[in-house]
């Protein structure tokens, strides 16, 4: 008896989890799986810093507390700047659109956060390979003169 009724259990157990299964997928966002895919190959790009993926046709941010998926298509330039808040510097990547929107991708706080020339070119590069403009408003590492005296 016991093992008919556990059998039961398991089977409308099994039932369920397929139902909501099933249930995810039914509402799931008709580009999610393009944009799984684009993230997992070679070619997508991620920047640690800024937790964003750069991929053939999407710029994917995890900010927030949530996944933003936009076509590059539609992005148009990308700015990195800086600002105070408290005794934190707030370093905030920054979409605008074609359409002119704003959106914020990613915001990090650094008690001390700079970008080398390396790094700014390397930026630019790869955003205008996809016909992003980049711009950094964060100045570069200046390199000490050796003959300077102090």
Known sequence: MNLDIGGILILIGISMVLTQVRAIKKYRHPLAEQIDEECNQPEALWFNDFRIYLTKNFLVSVYGGKLTALDLAKVRLTRLFETVKGSMNVI???????????????????????????????????????????????????????????
Do not use: A, H
Request: with cysteine; proline share 2%.
């Open 92 to 150: 905030t990547l920054e979409v605008t659109t074609t359409e002119q929107e704003k959106i914020t991708v990613s915001e990090n706080e650094w008690s001390f956060f700079t970008m080398n020339e390396e790094e700014i070119t390397y930026l630019t590069d790869v955003f205008g390979k996809r016909n992003i403009e980049f711009v950094c408003e964060i100045q570069p590492d200046e390199e000490i003169d050796e003959d300077e005296e102090f």
